[in-house]
């Protein structure tokens, strides 16, 4: 007992506990301070008549993006195309842009291969723009526009408020482009969101000591909510060294579903929205092969079917679900960290910045 005391208060008092709790008022900072640049970008956007999106990025960023591809396409019209880096700085055959808007993610805006891209678009003549939380970074300097995240130092190795911060920037550009003023509503209450589903913590030191030895699971989200089964599966990687898959559910059925077996865990992400009905008639599915189904949402009827309900305490518009859903996640990851002893602000192999080229 003793020992379990002395971790969890050191648990308190690591970088990525107070990362994790500070992201109300990152979010907070960023929907007051970047609203006017947001602003600008939109009106570039509407002048050059853009068709669609391209975005470079690499890993939690990259997990942001996916949230882009299903915002940007369901409120604004606007397709959206991940792009490949290694065309640019390994192959040498940069692809021909034409009515693109070309977007950087980075938290550092460091990484070669992704400012490669930027820099090709701008020398072709498109509109650029890169968020990232360095606004004198390479990045940025390849951008036209730069929308700054202004989390502060993220000390801790595993990205927290910079993922939701990205999401909420892209949040606001989308609500920006839509000219809805139900969605700058929304959006403004997402610190106040965020701030409720913190309040979860308190369960996740039991959940952790319950998966203390798991060692393979996997994680499934679908629609908005795809990116966030990325990004909670990467945070378990990176943190908790288990090894994780994400899918959507759809995909899952197509093969992997193999993979179940009786006590297998699946972590189901879905809150309210659209995607219910499948979800559910998803997790039958997972229950028929004895799956152990960990569920994270807001709805009785998925919470029902669970093995191990977790109950998120506010329900949010589903296009701004992805930012409270990984919040579970990152506090999952933590916590099952933290009972294995490892260290939740240095992961082993991996550094803050990492430049892939």
């Known amino acids: 007992m003793q020992n379990a005391l ?16 500070e992201q109300p008022v990152v979010l907070e900072r960023l929907l007051t301070m970047e609203a006017q640049d947001i602003e600008g970008l939109t009106r570039e956007i509407r002048e050059r008549d853009i068709t669609h999106v391209v975005i470079a990025a690499r890993g939690t960023s990259d997990n942001a993006a ?18 490949t880096p290694s065309l640019y700085t390994v192959y040498n055959r940069p692809p021909r842009f034409r009515d693109a808007l070309v977007l950087g993610i980075s938290q550092s805006g460091k990484s070669p291969d992704i400012v490669s891209v930027l820099q090709e ?3 072709q003549g498109m509109v650029t723009a890169a968020i990232t939380n360095i606004p004198e970074s390479d990045l940025a300097k390849a951008g036209d526009y730069v929308i700054d995240l202004r989390v502060g130092v993220e000390r801790s190795v595993a990205a927290t408020k910079t993922y939701t911060s990205e999401l909420v920037s892209i949040a606001m550009l989308s609500a920006e482009l839509a000219g809805d003023t139900g969605m700058r509503e929304e959006l403004a209450q997402v610190p106040s969101y965020v701030k409720k589903t913190l309040s979860m913590e308190r369960y996740f030191g039991d959940i952790a000591q319950r998966y203390r030895y798991m060692r393979d699971c996997v994680v499934i989200g679908r629609g908005y909510n795809y990116a966030t089964a990325y990004e ?31 006590g297998f865990p699946v972590i189901v992400i879905a809150p309210a929205g659209k995607m219910v ?3 559910g008639a998803f997790i039958e599915t997972l229950k028929e092969r004895q799956a152990e189904v960990i569920a994270i949402s807001d709805v009785q009827e998925i919470l029902e079917r669970a093995r191990v309900p977790l109950q998120m305490p506010v329900t949010v518009p589903e296009w701004l679900s992805p ?28 550094r803050k910045v990492t430049e892939t080229r």
């Open 66 to 83: 996916r949230y882009a591809k299903y915002l940007f396409g369901a409120v604004n019209g606007l397709p959206v195309a991940l792009a």
């Open 6 to 21: 002395v971790r969890n208060t050191a648990l308190d008092q690591s970088n990525l506990f107070k990362e994790i709790h």
């Open 277 to 279: 009905p499948e979800m």
């Open 232 to 262: 909670l599966a990467l945070k378990l990687k990176e943190l908790t060294y288990t090894v994780v898959e994400p899918y959507s559910s759809a995909d899952f059925l197509h093969g992997p579903l193999a993979l179940v077996e009786p």
């Open 121 to 123: 678009a701008q020398r």
């Open 323 to 350: 930012i409270t859903a990984i919040i579970p996640g990152q506090l999952f990851a933590m916590h099952l960290a933290n009972v294995r002893d490892f260290d939740v602000d240095r992961p082993r192999a991996i």
